[in-house]
């Protein structure tokens, strides 16, 4: 079984990547995007977390170099993980919030 073997230059530039989004992240929890749409600072930071997430999994964690059975799990494992979200978040938005 042969390792795929990955250049310093992409580690460096995933690293790059990962210090803009990281002061893209920083950025954004100083601007006040919720006047614009409510709740639209989480929906930006969770965005900038996943995007931060994926170039992690990639290829710090050698995921798109893998098996193709590997990634199908890595996708399920996803998939799965969406269907929990939206079901605890049906739940979360179906309840009735009166306070006595």
């Given amino acids: 079984m042969s390792e795929h073997i990955v250049s310093p230059k992409l580690y460096l530039l995933i690293f790059l990547a990962l210090m803009v989004l990281t002061g893209t992240t920083v950025y954004a929890a100083t601007v006040d995007l919720n006047h614009y749409y409510r709740?639209?600072?989480?929906?930006?930071a969770l965005v900038i977390a996943a995007?931060?997430?994926l170039l992690v999994v990639l290829f710090f964690m050698h995921a798109y170099y893998?098996?193709?059975r590997t990634q199908l799990?890595?996708?399920a494992?996803?998939?799965w993980l969406a269907i929990m979200l939206s079901l605890t978040l049906g739940d979360y938005a179906s309840r009735s919030w009166d306070v006595h």
Avoid: D, Y
Avoid at 39 to 44: A, D, M, P, Q, S
């Fill in 39 to 44: 709740g639209l600072n989480v929906i930006v």
């Fill in 51 to 53: 995007c931060k997430a």
């Fill in 66 to 68: 893998s098996s193709k």
């Fill in 73 to 75: 799990i890595i996708v």
């Fill in 77 to 79: 494992g996803v998939f």
